[in-house]
């Protein structure tokens, strides 16, 4: 293609699923320039030999552990960025940073992982979040206010977007008015060849440690089962992670406070639940080692997209989810996934006392999840842009 494309990504801080989007459409248009608000070159080795344009957010020091804490400064700081010579820009975004300015004869496609969550739909759980806690609540309701009508704005600059999913196409009709065409991502990951489920020991979780995972949650459930239901007590969960809820997170595990006959007590459930913290360098080793004897996948949060459920299922493993409609995308009912209706601890107990791993099918994963691969994403991505 002869055009002059330009791809940027909020940032390239901490490498997740947002980041591996981002790489794909790197590999598409391995020409493109590449932009975007800080980045750590120690999380993408693979970059090395590109040309980074960063914004003056590069130059603060300690940057990449808060970032997440400057989004009011993000639109204006976007607007560094000149797009004057382009034909194309493609921006991969989850965030409040889709405020940059393009010619009129620029075409800027938007793939929007979701509608910022912490000014959208989860802008409630965003005012309870420990990070933000020194904040005086009605200066955070009125920075978030002016942050959603600064996002809505920024939103009508997109010529097109394109939704990871038909429930963020909703979203993004709700919330920006736009339609979006939807493209899943590629979610294919490498493994070995030789790969066997050994067997069963652990229930397993995978994720950032924020709140919105409701990691807390999953810890809280396990140790209610160490406590109170001794027929099952013997059930363990693994959750691979990292920060910024790391240290809050294993308080819950070593310190659990209980009430018994007047007596204050200590539980100490730390045999039955681990939090590993997760390898940059050597993730995609952590990942397949722990999945490999992973009795199921909990996902207990309302996420944009189910990357790492398709990965799980890629494993042969079941996945045990929080009961919405649009899940529906990206499982096979009854065939790899069980689910709990209610977001409490007693609803996702009743699923893992009566769950049975051994009635699932390899063959069943296989055939689901054949449809996030690179090559759909590649393709359905070139004729976006084509038309």
Same mark, same amino acid.
């Given at each position: 293609?002869?055009?002059?494309?330009?791809?940027?990504?909020?940032?390239?801080?901490?490498?997740?699923?947002?980041?591996?989007?981002?790489?794909?459409?790197?590999?598409?248009?391995?020409?493109?320039?590449?932009?975007?608000?800080?980045?750590?070159?120690?999380?993408?080795?693979?970059?090395?030999?590109?040309?980074?344009?960063?914004?003056?957010?590069?130059?603060?020091?300690?940057?990449?552990?808060?970032?997440?804490?400057?989004?009011?400064?993000?639109?204006?700081?976007?607007?560094?960025?000149?797009?004057?010579?382009?034909?194309?820009?493609?921006?991969?975004?989850?965030?409040?940073?889709?405020?940059?300015?393009?010619?009129?004869?620029?075409?800027?496609?938007?793939?929007?992982?979701?509608?910022?969550?912490?000014?959208?739909?989860?802008?409630?759980?965003?005012?309870?979040?420990?990070?933000?806690?020194?904040?005086?609540?009605?200066?955070?309701?009125?920075?978030?206010?002016?942050?959603?009508?600064?996002?809505?704005?920024?939103?009508?600059?997109?010529?097109?977007?394109?939704?990871?999913?038909?429930?963020?196409?909703?979203?993004?009709?709700?919330?920006?008015?736009?339609?979006?065409?939807?493209?899943?991502?590629?979610?294919?990951?490498?493994?070995?060849?030789?790969?066997?489920?050994?067997?069963?020991?652990?229930?397993?979780?995978?994720?950032?440690?924020?709140?919105?995972?409701?990691?807390?949650?999953?810890?809280?459930?396990?140790?209610?089962?160490?406590?109170?239901?001794?027929? @099952? #007590? %013997?059930?363990?969960?693994?959750?691979?992670? +990292?920060?910024?809820?790391? !240290? *809050?997170? $294993? /308080?819950?595990?070593?310190?659990?406070?209980?009430?018994?006959?007047?007596?204050?007590?200590?539980?100490?459930?730390?045999?039955?639940?681990?939090?590993?913290?997760?390898?940059?360098?050597?993730?995609?080793?952590?990942?397949?080692?722990?999945?490999?004897?992973?009795?199921?996948?909990?996902?207990?949060?309302?996420?944009?997209?189910?990357?790492?459920?398709?990965?799980?299922?890629?494993?042969?493993?079941?996945?045990?989810?929080?009961?919405?409609?649009?899940?529906?995308?990206?499982?096979?009912?009854?065939?790899?996934?069980?689910?709990?209706?209610?977001?409490?601890?007693?609803?996702?107990?009743?699923? @893992? #006392? %009566?769950?049975?791993?051994?009635?699932?099918? +390899?063959?069943?994963?296989? !055939? *689901?999840? $054949? /449809?996030?691969?690179?090559?759909?994403?590649?393709?359905?991505?070139?004729?976006?842009?084509?038309?």
């Amino acid at each position: 293609m002869s055009k002059k494309i330009a791809i940027l990504t909020d940032w390239l801080s901490p490498r997740w699923w947002a980041e591996k989007v981002f790489l794909d459409l790197i590999k598409i248009f391995p020409d493109a320039d590449i932009f975007t608000t800080i980045f750590n070159k120690k999380n993408f080795p693979e970059l090395k030999w590109k040309k980074i344009i960063t914004s003056s957010l590069q130059k603060l020091p300690k940057i990449f552990r808060k970032h997440t804490l400057l989004m009011p400064f993000y639109p204006k700081v976007v607007e560094e960025f000149d797009f004057s010579w382009y034909d194309f820009v493609i921006w991969s975004s989850s965030n409040i940073t889709k405020w940059i300015i393009t010619n009129p004869e620029t075409k800027y496609i938007c793939y929007c992982h979701t509608p910022v969550r912490a000014l959208w739909s989860e802008h409630k759980m965003f005012e309870n979040d420990p990070r933000y806690k020194l904040f005086p609540n009605f200066l955070l309701q009125n920075l978030l206010h002016n942050l959603r009508i600064k996002d809505f704005l920024a939103s009508q600059r997109v010529d097109q977007f394109v939704a990871n999913s038909e429930f963020i196409a909703k979203r993004i009709q709700k919330f920006y008015r736009k339609n979006a065409e939807i493209i899943y991502p590629n979610c294919e990951i490498k493994i070995a060849k030789d790969y066997k489920k050994e067997k069963w020991e652990y229930f397993f979780v995978n994720c950032r440690l924020v709140p919105t995972k409701k990691v807390g949650f999953l810890i809280k459930t396990f140790n209610n089962i160490a406590k109170n239901y001794p027929e @099952i #007590k %013997n059930k363990k969960i693994k959750i691979l992670g +990292k920060w910024p809820e790391l !240290k *809050n997170l $294993k /308080k819950l595990i070593k310190n659990w406070i209980f009430w018994e006959n007047w007596e204050k007590k200590f539980w100490d459930n730390s045999e039955n639940i681990e939090i590993i913290e997760v390898d940059e360098k050597k993730f995609s080793e952590q990942r397949e080692k722990l999945m490999s004897k992973a009795i199921a996948f909990l996902h207990p949060q309302i996420e944009d997209f189910w990357i790492t459920p398709i990965e799980a299922q890629q494993f042969w493993v079941p996945v045990i989810w929080f009961w919405k409609w649009w899940i529906l995308e990206t499982v096979q009912a009854w065939k790899t996934w069980e689910f709990f209706y209610e977001e409490k601890e007693e609803s996702l107990i009743d699923v @893992i #006392k %009566n769950f049975d791993e051994t009635k699932y099918l +390899k063959e069943n994963f296989e !055939k *689901n999840v $054949k /449809k996030f691969n690179f090559e759909n994403f590649k393709k359905k991505i070139l004729e976006i842009v084509e038309k």
